[in-house]
Nanobody, 121 residues
Framework: QVQLVESGGGLVQPGGSLRLSCAAS????????MGWYRQAPGKQRDLVAA???????NYADSVKGRFTISRDNPKNTVYLQMNSLKPEDTAVYYC???????????????WGQGTQVTVSS
């Protein structure tokens, strides 16, 4: 089994910054893509940013130039640096990881429990 534990959410004023972290633990042989999603009340869960095992990244248009995703492969950890935050960034942020438990095992998607980010004055 694999667990993803997020941290770093909270309340911040518009224009401020936050850094989210997500550490994967458990039975892990290899992690392929890792990513961050967010879900605002009454809305669907949308991709914010993703990063491959080789470091290739992609971002939602709404966060390009403001958010940066990175990962530390030996630590099985992914980060999301969020700058110039706006009220519309308010949401629960979820970490995801595509994990193989053994050599030759299929990759499976796992999710964290979510961390609240609130941008408000």
């Amino acid at each position: 089994q694999v667990q993803l534990v997020e941290s770093g959410g909270g309340l911040v004023q518009p224009g401020g910054s936050l850094r989210l972290s997500c550490a994967a633990s458990g039975t892990i042989f290899s992690i392929n893509a890792m990513g961050w999603y967010r879900q605002a009340p009454g809305k669907q869960r949308d991709l914010v940013a993703a990063i491959s095992s080789a470091g290739s990244t992609n971002y939602a248009d709404s966060v390009k130039g403001r958010f940066t995703i990175s990962r530390d492969n030996p630590k099985n950890t992914v980060y999301l640096q969020m700058n110039s935050l706006k009220p519309e960034d308010t949401a629960v942020y979820y970490c995801s990881a595509r994990v193989a438990a053994c050599r030759g095992c299929l990759y499976r998607d796992y999710w964290g429990q979510g961390t609240q980010v609130t941008v408000s004055s």
